[in-house]
């Protein structure tokens, strides 16, 4: 570690990240106001934001190479950690996705699992890039994915096993992947989306079947209306922190979490919520030109895996809080409460900050 790697960390990076975990700190405080069990917290989330800042550094600080080593024992942990959440883990929310080791500190493997796909699967492709178009490469490649999505789907969650499988779908598509090879997995996933149908937990087909027809279930589309209220009525300026109604009046569920977005766009209104898009679209941005300027495959591929799970989850989750996309059970990076989320989030950070540091 010398000076000269320390010069190409992203301090612009780490700014905008420090800014917009910083709002979502400022509106989860918001959101949580008058009610006793939630109060604690954005206390934990400082916690946890602080742990992972430290967390960022010390990821960065090692030469990312090395790391690289540890890929496979780490891809194997979350593995099992995965089969394990199938055993003894906890059920939130309708997915059992927790581990709580003596009621210390709960995991959740599916946030770790972002994280260890993207190393496993960045490492193989840039071992093989020149052989992209072999189809024994792109096999091995979706055998890597295959296992970490089917662990994640069976807990069931859905939402997190998309994301995975559009932060594979980045990668192969960054490393080069044929476009016969992409046309052929449309045509196997619109072939199998019966099977898929009839494989989804019935709160997963009620969120699909009112996103299609609200009528189908009132009570169901209940809180997907309220964010809407909640988007709509915050017109330019929005109605001032801590004085929306649909989160201040509690008529907004798990408004810290999953619909923390509409909370901005009613309290801060469009200035608000563009301010905070602003933010995370700029993360996305410095992410891939750190992708784009490395000069080594695994660190390029690495840097889009990580960049594919922020975008797709930034679109999702606003997406879904107007209403335009069924409900997933996302975070918004950065912002909604989540420690592991959180943790998972810097990890990656530092991996990308390490790319950066030793470009050249």
């Known amino acids: 570690m010398t000076r000269q790697n320390w010069r190409q960390f992203d301090w612009l990076l780490f700014l905008a990240i420090l800014l917009v975990s910083t709002f979502g700190l400022i509106m989860i405080n918001s959101a949580v106001q008058g ?89 193989y492709l840039a071992n093989n890039l020149e052989r992209i178009g072999e189809a ?22 859905l939402g997190t096993a998309v994301v995975l499988a559009m932060e594979a779908a980045f990668i192969f598509f960054a490393a080069g992947l044929y476009f016969r090879y992409i046309l052929a997995g449309v045509f ?79 309290e801060l209104g469009f200035v608000g919520a563009a301010i905070l898009l602003f933010l995370l679209f700029f993360i996305i941005w410095r992410l891939w030109r750190i992708a784009d300027r490395s000069d080594d495959p695994f660190g390029k591929l690495l840097v889009v895996g990580l960049t594919g799970v922020i975008l797709f989850q930034t679109l999702v989750v606003v997406g879904m809080n107007m209403g335009l996309l069924p409900v997933t059970g996302l975070p918004l990076p950065f912002v909604s409460y989540g420690g592991n989320a959180m943790l998972s989030l810097m990890i990656f950070i530092g991996l990308a900050q390490s790319v950066a540091m030793r470009r050249g």
């Not at 024994?136 to 969650?157: A, E, F, N």
């Open 136 to 157: 024994r490469v792109v096999l091995t490649g979706i055998l890597i994915t295959l296992p970490i999505l089917v662990l994640v789907t069976m807990q069931p969650d």
């Open 188 to 266: 196997l996933a619109a072939l199998s989306a019966p099977l898929a149908w009839n494989m989804l937990a019935a709160h997963q087909r009620t969120r699909i079947l009112i996103f299609i027809d609200p009528t189908a279930d009132p009570d169901a589309y209940f809180n997907v209306k309220q964010a809407l209220v909640g988007v709509g009525s915050g017109g330019l300026l929005g109605k001032g922190y801590g004085q929306g109604t649909q989160s201040q009046l509690h008529f907004l569920r798990v408004r810290h979490t999953d619909f923390i977005f509409s909370v901005v766009a009613e």
């Open 35 to 123: 009610d006793p069990e939630l109060v604690d917290f954005p206390k934990r989330q400082a916690i946890y934001l602080g742990l992972g800042v430290a967390i960022m550094f010390i990821v960065a600080a090692f030469d990312y190479h090395i790391l690289r080593t540890f890929t496979m024992p780490f891809y194997l942990l979350v593995m099992a950690l995965l089969a394990l959440v199938g055993a003894l883990g906890q059920t939130i929310f309708g997915a059992q996705s927790w581990l709580d080791f003596f009621g210390l500190f709960p995991i959740q493997p599916s946030e770790l699992a972002k994280v260890a796909l993207a190393m496993a699967l960045g490492g």
